[in-house]
């Protein structure tokens, strides 16, 4: 059996939700018998197979993962050097470490190598700027991403939209793993009781006066209904409003469990499928989406099209209200298992196991 190496940039204890998908990949790996082990810039972790690689802190270039992934790369020449056969799984953002250790692939034939896409790299309009300097960035992260992407032996993300965004040569060897919930921590035989008529977020706010928008639609409903937001955004507490800040996942999963309706901030990217939807689907949540652009579009609209219990609203007070109202319905049954972190799991087991 080949060991796994899997090279995060963040990690568990960390708190963002960029750690669930590899912590998840290296629980259940390490549950069903696989030598694996972790390198990641997160420290805290005590064990001993998450191996901490302490990132440098001063450079040149804002983005120190470059740096950080050559000190990855020593580490993995040196138990590549014993010859025994290997899988590297590189999971960003950040990407600058996967070029000084995708290099290895020239030195040494006895690894397998996977990059994993969380986001999007060069495709993420996020990024995106007229300015000179933003024009020339974007250059130059496209031509890294198919430097690196034709390199490696197998890619990974998270739907078919962020598959197009690739800078690829041969699409035939990207397999799409969504984020998933958490089947693990999510309660999802609860038959969706909730003891408040909560709504939540959980997450950044990405989208221009979306949180403003929202407590204003919020407003005319009844006093009883509350606005629970848990994240890193600066939200200020009021009668309708709990801001509690960063969560443990388990924690942040509590409270949406409680809850009646579970919100989703979006610009309107086609790529973007945030990993709320899937635990809203796995806590039984109402959901309510507010675009910046235009409803039923891109990937969101893809996997809760079959959803009888998700409204879309564009951002303006009006349109909020009306889908708040509409959600006022009752929840109605509907199979989301598939959506299961683990279902997920499984497809990239199948791909270790045939090497």
């Known amino acids: 059996m080949r060991t796994i190496i899997l090279v995060a940039y963040y990690f568990k204890p960390h708190k963002g939700v960029g750690v669930l998908r590899p912590s998840y990949w290296y629980d259940q790996?390490?549950?069903?018998?696989?030598?694996i082990k972790v390198l990641t810039a997160t420290p805290g972790n005590n064990d001993k197979n998450v191996i901490f690689i302490n990132p440098s802190k001063k450079n040149l270039i804002k983005d120190n993962s470059f740096f950080w992934g050559r000190k990855c790369a020593h580490y993995i020449e040196h138990n590549?050097?014993?010859?025994?056969?290997?899988?590297?799984i590189i999971t960003g953002g950040p990407f600058l470490q996967i070029l000084p250790i995708l290099?290895?692939?020239?030195?040494?034939?006895?690894?397998?190598?996977?990059?994993?896409?969380?986001?999007?790299?060069?495709?993420?309009?996020?990024?995106?700027?007229?300015?000179y300097m933003a024009i020339i960035k974007q250059y130059i992260k496209q031509k890294y991403e198919y430097i690196i992407n034709n390199m490696a032996d197998k890619i990974i993300t998270v739907n078919k939209i962020c598959k197009e965004l690739l800078q690829c040569k041969d699409?035939?060897?990207?397999?799409?793993?969504?984020?998933?919930?958490?089947?693990?921590?999510?309660?999802?035989?609860?038959?969706?009781?909730?003891?408040?008529?909560?709504?939540?977020?959980?997450?950044?706010?990405?989208?221009?006066?979306?949180?403003n928008q929202l407590i204003k639609a919020l407003s005319t409903l009844p006093d009883d209904y509350?606005?629970?937001?848990?994240?890193?955004?600066?939200?200020?507490?009021?009668?309708?409003?709990?801001s509690l800040g960063y969560l443990e996942y388990s924690d942040t999963i509590k409270h949406i469990e409680t809850s009646e309706i579970g919100v989703i901030l979006t610009t309107g990217d086609p790529f973007e499928s945030t990993t709320k939807v899937f635990d809203y689907f796995g806590?039984?949540?109402?959901?309510?989406?507010?675009?910046?652009?235009?409803?039923?579009?891109?990937?969101l609209n893809e996997i809760t099209k079959d959803n009888p219990n998700v409204?879309?609203?564009?951002?303006?007070?009006?349109?909020?209200?009306?889908?708040?109202?509409?959600?006022q319905r009752p929840y109605v049954?509907?199979?989301?298992?598939?959506?299961?972190?683990?279902?997920?799991?499984?497809?990239?087991?199948?791909?270790?196991?045939?090497l």
């Open 311 to 327: 409204e879309w609203a564009n951002n303006n007070i009006e349109n909020i209200q009306e889908a708040l109202v509409r959600l």
């Open 226 to 242: 509350k606005f629970i937001y848990i994240g890193p955004s600066d939200i200020p507490n009021s009668s309708r409003v709990k």
């Open 171 to 211: 699409y035939s060897k990207v397999l799409i793993i969504d984020n998933g919930y958490d089947e693990r921590v999510i309660n999802n035989n609860s038959n969706n009781i909730y003891n408040t008529k909560n709504i939540v977020y959980a997450g950044k706010l990405y989208i221009n006066n979306g949180f």
């Open 29 to 35: 790996f390490k549950k069903d018998g696989y030598n």
């Open 103 to 131: 290099r290895l692939k020239n030195k040494y034939t006895n690894a397998y190598w996977i990059i994993d896409y969380r986001d999007p790299l060069s495709g993420n309009s996020r990024n995106n700027s007229d300015s």
């Open 333 to 354: 049954e509907w199979n989301y298992s598939k959506f299961s972190r683990y279902n997920g799991y499984l497809n990239l087991k199948q791909i270790i196991e045939n």
């Open 80 to 88: 590549l050097k014993s010859g025994k056969k290997y899988i590297i």
């Open 283 to 299: 806590t039984k949540k109402k959901i309510l989406i507010i675009t910046q652009g235009i409803k039923f579009t891109g990937f």
